[in-house]
């Protein structure tokens, strides 16, 4: 008997790419198995983009989903990692992460220029206070411009508001196949990642041990023990995505080295750390990297973002 799973995502062009490629691992490991992709609405998709700061940005793009799967309207969810809280519904578990994608970010420049030769005070976009930051820290000279919407409007307001260029996530990117767009992509010592960019999480019931069983076939042990370790690393730092932090973890078979970051949000001030241990360890590797961090000043840099 063919069995059907029904995985519930949002219904952007980029949320429906990286389901397909669920679906696409889902079927290839499992013969008799119907995949069904169920398009939702969230709040994040239903609110102006300037106003998704009035509520958690994280629930902003989960919430609804997360009531459709605890409904049982749907059997999974997909999202992309970084949009998750760091801590879940008890009734909610990550089953699956898939290979993870490119965690880089990229710049989308109008003169298909690097940042470094972009010219001076040249007005850049992104919606991020992590990659604000960085780009001060790297360029103090750039005008850097608050700009939402998805990949694709984003890209579009270079022309439309007159900027040089916008900061992206490559994974999006890539997955939507735009790497033409890509005018340069940051090393993750550079520009540090947010937590868990480039990392697909597909959420289940915490008592539905058939469709757990089903994913577990598609999870990937350096994804997880990645998440695991970046999302340990935000959870003991108290940050979320108004914060800017980022964190990058590479496991490297039985071994995994991490580096996160701290800034203020001119990026004059700037903390990055590294820490290594077994990829057994995941989480405690990224408590101890967030402790360093602190301890190098990243605590009175966290104390002076408070509202």
């Known amino acids: 008997m063919?069995?059907?799973?029904?995985?519930?995502?949002?219904?952007?062009?980029?949320?429906?790419a990286q389901t397909r490629l669920v679906v696409d691992l889902l079927?290839?490991?499992?013969?008799?198995?119907?995949?069904?992709?169920?398009?939702?609405?969230?709040?994040?998709?239903?609110l102006p983009p300037e106003r998704i700061r009035e509520?958690?940005?994280?629930?902003?793009?989960?919430?609804?989903?997360?009531?459709?799967?605890?409904?049982?309207?749907?059997d999974a969810a997909v999202h992309s990692m970084k949009d998750l809280p760091t801590k879940l519904d008890d009734r909610l578990v990550v089953a699956a992460t898939p290979k993870r994608g490119d965690a880089r970010d990229a710049l989308v420049s109008k003169e298909r220029l690097p940042l470094r030769k972009v010219k001076?005070?040249?007005?850049?976009?992104?919606?991020?206070v992590r990659r604000r930051a960085q780009l001060l820290a790297i360029?103090?000279?750039?005008?850097v411009v608050e700009i939402h919407g998805n990949v694709e409007t984003r890209i579009r307001k270079i022309a439309g508001e007159g900027?040089?260029?916008?900061?992206?996530a490559a994974a999006g990117l890539k997955r939507m196949g735009l790497d033409s767009e890509i005018s340069e992509i940051f090393e993750t010592g550079e520009i540090v990642p947010?937590?868990?960019?480039?990392?697909?999480?597909?959420?289940?019931?915490?008592?539905?041990?058939?469709?757990?069983?089903?994913?577990?076939?598609?999870?990937?042990?350096?994804?997880?023990?990645?998440?695991?370790?970046?999302?340990?690393?935000?959870?003991?730092?108290?940050?979320?995505?108004?914060?800017p932090l980022g964190a990058f973890a590479w496991p490297s078979g039985e071994s995994l080295g991490v580096v996160?970051?701290?800034?203020?949000?001119?990026?004059?001030?700037?903390?990055?750390?590294?820490e290594s241990g077994a990829s057994t360890d995941a989480e405690t590797i990224g408590r101890r990297l967030a402790g360093k961090v602190q301890e190098s000043g990243g605590r009175v840099i966290l104390e002076e973002l408070k509202p």
């Open 260 to 274: 996160g970051m701290v800034a203020s949000i001119d990026g004059r001030k700037i903390v990055k750390e590294r």
């Open 55 to 74: 509520v958690d940005g994280k629930i902003a793009f989960t919430g609804e989903i997360e009531k459709q799967l605890l409904a049982r309207k749907i």
């Open 120 to 128: 001076a005070g040249a007005r850049i976009g992104t919606s991020s």
């Open 163 to 168: 900027l040089e260029g916008v900061v992206l």
């Open 194 to 243: 947010a937590v868990c960019q480039g990392i697909l999480a597909v959420e289940v019931r915490e008592d539905d041990e058939a469709t757990t069983d089903i994913l577990r076939a598609i999870d990937d042990p350096d994804a997880r023990a990645a998440s695991l370790c970046e999302r340990a690393f935000a959870e003991e730092l108290g940050g979320d995505c108004h914060v």
């Open 27 to 46: 079927e290839a490991s499992h013969e008799d198995l119907e995949v069904v992709t169920v398009p939702l609405k969230t709040l994040g998709d239903l």
């Open 139 to 143: 360029r103090g000279d750039l005008k």
């Open 2 to 16: 063919r069995t059907r799973i029904r995985l519930g995502t949002r219904g952007s062009r980029l949320a429906l």
